[in-house]
């Protein structure tokens, strides 16, 4: 009897599965078409009917973050239903469908689905470029040769004009031309000075010259706050995922399985070494102050009674810590997975933060530079990095658990720094040479 019921349970869920994947078209269009007419209200609400622009100057800037926030959410969610809409229908097949019909399954009528996903391309259509190409695109800076061009299209003409930026690298392709032709290039009848001044008159001499200022003014801001907010993303929702996962995730599952007495201890030999060590000099202790209190001598039974209570403690410290090892390493695998999930689901927040970086970083003066490249070789590959690498390993195999190996420390200190010198020295000849070559100059000054 109980049998039967419970393989008519088994028969009644698996029919509710067939039957949600045979509406599967009808639900992914339904959230599609949704999702568009949501979009659609913003519009009419808000915008006048026009379309969703986050460059207007109708709303502040919160307001217009938020607006461009709901408006990336709805168009991911109708992207994404349609591919399943459009999925589902390519594996439903004849049988699937006559299948739908003996189970009652209403499908809408051709008409009605061409109508919605007319409806949709409609409203979707004006944003073709939003989720990819307008966050990174609308905030790359514009190197400075660019102003040279006679012919800029739509899409560059949202780029901020940021003068401090160094010429585009040239590829191998550029590398290929001839000399002369290199020469043709980069030389002209008037020096790059008089050209500067010329075009930067024809700037100011501009009248829609304010209006540029402002919107490059929102545009640069607008970048900061995107940057500042995925750099503190990338560090506070690691940290989070590790501490949350290691209170109610991994901390329980870690302590049931370690709660019996007969749980080994010590993971490694170091923690038992470092146990005896303690209970030793508690010894000692416990006899140097019996000594000079001129009190009574402890009886052998009284010293025996301190140094069992005192390695039951000593022995609880450390099955916390090893049990803390243990629910480090599974913690640190779901940090690396929510720091992996969160660089693939934000390419276009990577976009921004590097040209925010490159920003940063090519408008320092060469003195800067040169005084930043001493300081982080100097920290990892100077006279003294052994020793910060020799702490930092150590640390990293105390928060894991594992016995500190000496040989495999020393290998990597005299193999890894090595390594990274050779690429800061190339990095130095190959690129920063090219652009800065003034600062690679100063940071030779300033080295010797």
Do not use: C
């Amino acid at each position: 009897m109980k049998n039967s019921v419970f393989s008519q349970k088994i028969y009644s869920f698996l029919l509710a599965t067939y039957r949600w994947y045979l509406q599967t078209p009808e639900r992914s269009l339904h959230e599609a078409y949704d999702a568009a007419l949501k979009i659609k209200e913003i519009e009419d609400k808000h915008f006048n009917g026009n379309k969703i622009d986050i460059d207007s100057a109708m709303y502040s800037n919160s307001v217009m973050d938020y607006f461009e926030s709901d408006l990336k959410k709805l168009l991911k969610i109708a992207r994404m239903r349609l591919t399943e809409f459009k999925a589902s229908r390519w594996f439903l097949n004849e049988e699937n469908q006559k299948a739908a019909q003996k189970a009652d399954i209403q499908h809408l009528s051709p008409s009605l689905v061409l109508e919605k996903l007319n409806f949709i391309d409609q409203v979707t259509s004006k944003y073709t470029n939003i989720s990819d190409q307008t966050t990174s695109k609308a905030l790359v800076v514009r190197p400075p040769n660019i102003a040279s061009n006679s012919v800029i299209s739509d899409d560059d003409s949202l780029l901020v004009n940021t003068p401090t930026l160094p010429p585009k690298i040239p590829n191998r392709d550029s590398d290929k031309k001839p000399k002369s032709k290199l020469k043709a290039d980069t030389m002209g009848v008037l020096p790059r000075s008089i050209l500067s001044t010329i075009s930067r008159l024809q700037v100011e001499l501009d009248p829609n010259s304010e209006q540029d200022v402002i919107q490059t003014f929102r545009q640069t801001q607008r970048r900061t706050i995107i940057s500042i907010r995925f750099i503190l993303l990338l560090i506070i929702i690691p940290l989070l995922t590790h501490q949350i996962a290691k209170a109610f995730v991994v901390g329980p599952i870690i302590d049931r399985f370690r709660s019996s007495e007969q749980m080994q201890i010590f993971l490694n030999s170091e923690m038992e070494e470092e146990a005896l060590v303690e209970l030793q000099r508690f010894e000692e202790r416990l006899k140097f102050e019996n000594l000079i209190i001129k009190a009574p001598p402890l009886l052998p039974e009284q010293i025996e009674t301190e140094m069992k209570n005192k390695a039951i403690e000593i022995s609880e410290e450390f099955r916390r810590e090893s049990s803390n090892a243990i629910k480090n390493v599974f913690a640190d695998v779901f940090s690396v997975v929510a720091f992996i999930w969160l660089l693939l689901v934000s390419k276009s927040s990577i976009a921004v933060i590097k040209d925010f970086f490159d920003h940063i970083v090519y408008g320092l003066s060469d003195s800067a530079k040169a005084f930043i490249i001493i300081l982080f070789t100097d920290i990892f590959v100077g006279f003294h990095s052994p020793h910060g690498w020799e702490v930092l390993l150590e640390g990293v195999s105390r928060h894991w658990g594992l016995p500190a190996n000496r040989d495999f420390i020393f290998l990597f200190i005299a193999t890894f720094p090595v390594i990274l010198d050779t690429i800061f020295k190339y990095w130095i000849f190959r690129y920063l040479n090219r652009i800065s070559p003034s600062a690679v100059a100063t940071y030779r000054n300033m080295n010797e």
